[in-house]
């Protein structure tokens, strides 16, 4: 089957998601206001988050992955910062921009409570006082000017009706659109012809074929249509800016494969992460073949229990770590965040695009 005819396949034989004209709505409605009130206003389309596989149409099993959705919410907050109005698609339940900072915590949020004493009065404790007043001060700040909008999604065909909708609504914005694909989507479904429709039954299991194997549940997978290309050619709007993740646990492959995904999807800018350094180094990869290596500085690191620090500079070929990006003297009492520094660079990199479009225009 060639491409074009399975994703039309994947369209039509899934249902459509009962939430997506709601969402196509506020969509419209968010990129109206800031093209009317401030016509310069660049917006973000932030995904974020794992897509789940159901195994049954009445969903009780299904195949996941383990994002948490830190990087797409995180980076949320540092676009708003950057002056971007923001559409966060994010998996639900996920992390959201400013909550993150107090859910999934391995604190449960009522430690950061205390009793006043006086009139039995709920305050913040005074060692949390300080960030919680600023991450409360940019939440209402985005709140406020109706900079931030939250659309869920769960499935990974919700995920993909999402975004092929979302991107077209967001046409009218031309190139001050920038797509942010942080979302960790599934490689694999199960098509819905081939789906139970009710719950796997333990007892209907097939037995293993070696002695004393027991029952074997074997699910067999389908690929996911690939849609990235189709974003830049039919979804995405002329001139708009679309920029990717690429996740490997193997040093030696990462900017290779990440350099193999630029050229195959035609998106402007690939960031290449390891799986235990992504917390404190990205490789951007753009199409003038510029391998460019964001990193923090060791001791600004932030701590990580899944983060291997002897890997840092691991993927780096010609192992510049010597090279230390500008911080414009900033620092955060629980480490930096890498976001602060990916996310100026992608709004400086926009605005050049931006430019040039008005150029050529």
Known sequence: MIPDDAQSRYFTENPTPKALSKHEALVREFVEYHTSTDPER?????????????????TVRFIDNFSAGTRGATSAEYFLREGYAVIFLHRQYSLLPYSRHYSHS?????DFMDDSGEGGNVVVRQEYQEKMRRVLEEYQYAKRN?????????????????LRSLATCLQ???????????????DFFIPRDRME??????????????????????????????????????????????????????PSLLVSKAEQALHKYGH??????????????????????????VRVPKAKRSRSVSGIEELVGMADKNKRLDEEV????????????????????LAALHADRIFESGSKA
Request: with cysteine; net charge negative.
């Open 42 to 58: 660049r917006v973000a389309l932030v995904t974020s988050g794992g897509t789940t596989v159901p195994l049954e149409n009445q």
């Open 146 to 162: 109706r900079l931030l909008l939250l659309l869920p999604f769960t499935t990974i065909t919700e995920y993909l009706f999402e």
């Open 197 to 250: 429709e009710h719950k796997i039954q333990s007892s209907n299991v097939q037995d293993g074929k070696k002695t004393g194997d027991g029952k074997q549940l074997l699910i067999n997978l389908d690929p996911v249509p690939k849609f990235l290309t189709t974003l830049v050619s039919q979804w995405a709007p002329e001139g708009s800016m679309i920029v990717s993740f690429k996740l490997e646990t193997d």
């Open 326 to 345: 500008d911080l414009n003297g900033g620092t955060v009492r629980e480490g930096l965040e890498i976001e602060s520094l990916i996310i100026p660079e």
């Open 172 to 186: 009218p914005l031309h190139s001050r659109a920038l797509f942010y694909l942080a979302a960790a989507v599934s």
């Open 106 to 110: 391995t604190n449960c949020f009522l």
């Open 268 to 293: 402007d800018l690939v960031i290449g992460n390891l799986l235990t350094t992504r917390k404190w180094e990205v490789v951007f990869i753009t199409k003038d073949g510029e391998e460019r290596w």
